[in-house]
């Protein structure tokens, strides 16, 4: 057991890494340092480019440019087992990926070694369990041969999570890589595994660990880097400032405070939330949106916006909780009742979620409401296409016309004829979740203008994301959620970005 | 406003892609008549109006089930136990008439009634247990080909026949039932109205009304269209409720036609309707499944299959025939088309 000395030889070493996939360049020189004994916390919002770093290192992706070094030799490995020989382990987000379900526990446990050959070509399932129980005591599982017989199938999330960073450690790593290993466990499951990235840790492997949660980065990294647009931006030792970690993650934007456009003050509360369970075990919270005006939903991933949102549209088994729309009981089933009460939503995906693949701007822009364009039971087209060239004009739209498909438009484009849908009927509440994902700038303004147009008009309407500078674009209430609770509530005028941020980034 | 009329820059379009396009659009329906303008030279009796006529009236049973099975392509999947309910409805009309001496406008409720109880089955299958469709229809096809035996003790039925307790059957096909097939209104046999009646009538559903949409958006992307307010279960079920009253349709008139109780009708014709509904898929471009197209690949089979038949090819030939014409239609939507196939069966 080796005291963690201030700067040991680091067991890691990026040198300038880059990683374009064709044109797109997503990894733009990193440089970064795993030294042994030391937790390094990796911090980076959507589309930083995490992913394809982990990718990377775990030999999943070849790098384009740049050196990774282990223990100062620059290395090539193009597979993931060839970065597993060189000691660097990786465990992923999706267990799924990883889990080989119709196998038992102990199969899995030895996949790597059953994959490579090193377990008798022909074996019985009980010769396998000695190594199996060997590997699972690493991590004192306390797994006996009924558990580790059964099929792999019948396992909690939390056991394949334990399972995977098991098979991971059945060969003591020199690197170990966990991608939000707590994302899917309990509090107590997710102390255990603390427990033993710790003793990991005092045996000398070099850790590094990404989360979104601020509290395990505060009470388990020893180093903090921040990755943003492909590159390091921010990297601190303990103590760490997390405010100034998060401020740089999200950007530039945090510095203007300045919002362009003359407030809107509301007309009265048109929903209201009541003792709602965002998660299952998550405290209750209450809300009251008001119409004619914007209320912003800010939070990191995993604060709940996106299943708040849902919840309110119908598209989602709602727990615990009640609501009222304009006074009455709304307790939609599905989206339809949701749609029919006058709510509507614009969800963050809008590719899986919203467009439908070879369909023209006309009928995916008709489609909500197909019943405003059928009459003596026909579906009028000439309607359908009249009202979509309205909204190409109202919309700025870039297209050839209302029969072009909406794959063929730009990003910026797409969302808006994905917005544009639900502002033909006067909504009482609009939800836009992430409503500037994939959006240029021009497009971006158009939607916030058409939107907050349509608050002026009496609607109330929420707009949902992770970005500072794209809720302050939009919002006259700003209410900040992390990990399902409201952590601020306030006007927008009356608050700094730092605040925001810092109830963002607020540790429970 | 000026600046939303700029236009994306056109994407180049070579010569060869724009052939391709011109080849993938019209292909099938010039190797439709290249068929028929080749049979009709080589053999003169075959564009005769009589053998035009019977032609058609050959393709309707086919034709009818390939429309059906089109509805449950549409929203993406794929009903595999068409055949065997086209098989019921024989055996079931002819069991009305024969067993229990019973009017055609019995048989024809009962088949009815038969259709939508295992659409509505099929539908319960998928959309409430969540059974993928194509493992429901697979499992419902053979419930259905092996309950329909257990009454007659695995006998085809037909008039005069000994019942299977020995006594022998006391009623027999109603002559009003045969003229289904047999009767026809000026030239047009009824069998071959009841197709066109159909055609024009999914054409209808399916391209003027918002239910017809609604079906189209469902296959296109599930998830949109819920987000979008639709039903989704609701409808997809809806579809396999129309494939199977379409095929009890089919087995109407195809008892008509054999004039008996045959426990093998049927069993064939799954392949022939989910074939012709694919070579619809493919025609004029459209690359999705379509009323019009679903006649027209029923035609050119027939058109095909008698052809070859006159020219004196065994009957042995003809599945190869068939499949040959669901590949070529295959490889203008797939292989030659620039577009994506709106057609994914659910894996």
């Known amino acids: ?508 | 406003m000026a600046d939303t009329t700029a236009i994306p820059a056109p994407v180049r379009v070579s010569a060869l892609d724009r052939a391709r396009d011109i080849v993938v659009k019209y292909g099938f329906l010039a190797v439709t008549v290249i068929a028929f303008v080749f049979f009709a030279v080589t053999e003169p009796a075959f564009a005769s109006s009589n053998s035009l006529f019977s032609m058609l009236k050959f393709a309707s049973v086919t034709a009818i089930l390939g429309l059906g099975v089109m509805f449950s392509m549409i929203v993406g999947g794929l009903d595999l136990s068409i055949g065997s309910v086209a098989g019921l409805g024989v055996q079931l009309a002819a069991m009305t008439m024969v067993f229990y001496n019973l009017t055609a406008g019995t048989a024809v409720v009962a088949v009815l009634v038969a259709g939508l109880i295992v659409g509505l089955l099929n539908a319960f299958l998928i959309v409430v247990c969540k059974i993928p469709d194509l493992l429901a229809t697979l499992g419902m096809m053979f419930v259905i080909q092996g309950m329909k035996m257990i009454p007659v003790a695995g006998q085809s039925v037909s008039s005069g026949m000994i019942m299977p307790n020995g006594s022998s059957a006391p009623g027999k096909f109603d002559p009003v039932f045969l003229m289904i097939d047999r009767g026809s209104l000026g030239p047009i046999p009824v069998p071959v109205l009841i197709m066109l009646v159909l055609v024009v009538a999914c054409w209808f559903v399916l391209t003027r009304t918002s239910w017809g949409r609604i079906l189209y958006a469902i296959g296109a992307n599930p998830e949109a269209a819920r987000l979008a307010g639709i039903r989704v279960g609701l409808h997809r079920g809806a579809a396999y409720v129309i494939s199977s009253l379409f095929a009890s349709v089919a087995g109407i008139i195809l008892v008509s036609r054999i004039g008996q109780g045959d426990v093998n009708a049927g069993a064939s014709s799954l392949l022939e309707a989910v074939a012709v509904a694919l070579v619809g898929t493919s025609v004029l471009g459209a690359n999705k499944p379509n009323a019009w197209g679903t006649l027209l690949g029923a035609v050119l089979v027939v058109i095909v299959l008698t052809g070859m038949t006159m020219m004196g090819f065994e009957y042995y030939y003809q599945d190869t025939a068939k499949g040959l014409v669901v590949i070529v239609a295959l490889l203008f939507s797939f292989t030659l088309s620039r577009k994506k196939v709106r057609y994914a069966p659910a894996t």
Request: glycine residues 8%; charged residues 25%; aromatic residues 4%.
């Open chain 1, 1 to 508: 057991m080796e005291p963690s000395s201030p700067s040991p030889a680091p067991a890691l070493q990026l040198h300038r890494l880059t990683k374009n996939f064709g044109a797109n360049r997503v990894l733009k020189g990193i440089d970064l340092e795993l030294r042994p004994g030391r937790v390094t916390a990796l911090l980076g919002a959507n589309g930083a480019g995490k992913s394809t770093l982990i990718k990377v290192l775990a030999g999943v992706h070849d790098q384009t440019a740049g050196e990774v070094r282990v223990d100062g030799q620059a290395v090539e490995y193009g597979t993931p087992m060839a970065a597993a020989r060189l000691g660097i382990r990786t465990v992923h987000q999706r267990i799924d990926d990883a889990i080989v379900p119709g196998l038992s526990v102990a199969e899995n446990l030895l996949f790597e070694e059953i994959a490579l050959g090193e377990v008798a070509r022909v074996a019985s399932l009980n010769s396998l369990l000695p190594r199996a129980r060997q590997v699972a005591a690493t991590l004192e599982l306390d797994w006996d041969d009924a558990f580790l017989k059964q099929d792999v199938y019948e396992l909690g999330i939390a056991d394949c999570q334990m399972l995977l960073l098991a098979r991971a450690l059945s060969t003591t790593p020199k690197v170990l890589i966990l991608d939000e290993p707590t994302s899917t466990l309990s509090q107590s499951e997710a102390l255990r595994l603390f427990s033993i990235v710790k003793r990991l840790r005092e045996r000398g492997v070099a850790i590094l660990y990404v989360s979104h949660r601020l509290s395990e980065i505060n009470s388990l990294a020893d180093d903090l880097a921040v990755l943003r647009d492909g590159r390091i931006v921010n990297r601190q030792e303990l103590p760490f400032d997390l405010g100034a970690a998060v401020a740089s993650m999200l950007g530039d934007a945090v510095r203007s405070d300045v919002a362009a456009f003359e407030e809107l003050t509301g007309s009265g509360t048109v929903l209201s939330i009541r003792d709602l369970r965002v998660f299952e075990h998550s405290e209750p919270i209450d809300l009251d949106i008001a119409g004619g005006e914007v209320t912003g939903i800010i939070g990191l991933i995993g604060a709940g916006k996106t299943e708040l949102a849902e919840t309110i549209f119908g598209a989602r088994k709602r727990g615990a909780g009640s609501m009222l729309l304009e006074g009455r009981a709304y307790a939609p089933g599905n989206p339809k009742a949701a749609i029919s009460a006058g709510v509507y939503l614009v969800p963050e995906d809008r590719a899986a979620q919203g467009m439908l693949p070879g369909w023209s701007l006309a009928r995916t822009f008709s489609l909500p409401f197909l019943s405003d364009f059928v009459s003596g039971g026909v579906l009028r087209t000439t309607k359908e296409r009249s009202r979509t060239r309205r909204a190409i004009e109202d919309f700025a739209i870039v297209t050839t016309g209302a029969e072009q498909t909406v794959d063929a438009l730009s990003g910026g484009n797409q969302q808006k004829v994905m917005v544009a849908r639900w502002m033909q009927r006067r909504p009482r509440v609009l939800v836009l979740d992430e409503p500037f994902r994939g959006v240029d700038i021009g497009a971006r303004r158009v939607l916030s203008q058409r939107a907050r147009e349509q608050a002026e008009a009496g609607s109330a309407v929420v707009m949902i994301c992770s970005d500072v500078d794209e809720v302050r674009e939009m919002a006259d209430r700003i209410i900040v959620m992390v990990e399902g609770r409201v952590t601020l509530d306030a006007r927008a005028r009356d608050i700094s970005n730092d605040q925001i941020v810092q109830s963002m980034t607020e540790v429970a």
